[in-house]
């Protein structure tokens, strides 16, 4: 069974910093399958958005709105997934969201719970 949770989430000032951890268990890394892990956040009245996402090859994307501000990492060994969020502003405020999508013959998507931040401004 997979399992994504979120973790590391709080109110900070404007300015501040927060580091975000997704630990996952279940998936299973093979070879003709490309994972795609990602952090995707919603702000009260607004839809899901993308923030970043880290292939399985390493390779990354951060969306623009975060650029310089945000980096997305991983841990192989720890099966976790980061994201490094620094000059935290008022619009960064959201419930963040991990996600790891599968890409094969067949593609799968799992969601974790959420974790709220908040950036008082």
């Known amino acids: 069974q997979v399992e994504l949770v979120e973790s590391g989430g709080g109110l900070v000032q404007a300015g501040g910093s927060l580091r975000l951890s997704c630990a996952f268990s279940g998936i299973i890394f093979r070879d003709d399958v490309i994972n795609i892990m990602g952090w995707y956040r919603q702000a009260p009245g607004k839809q899901r958005e993308f923030v970043a996402t880290v292939s399985s090859g390493g390779s990354t994307k951060h969306a623009d709105s975060v650029k310089g501000r945000f980096t997305i990492s991983r841990d192989s060994a720890k099966n976790t997934v980061y994201l490094q969020m620094n000059s935290l502003n008022a619009e960064d405020t959201g419930v963040y969201y991990c996600?790891?999508?599968?890409?094969?013959?067949?593609?799968?998507?799992?969601w974790g719970q959420g974790t709220q931040v908040t950036v008082s401004s």
């Open positions: 996600k790891i999508d599968q890409l094969g013959a067949i593609q799968t998507s799992y």
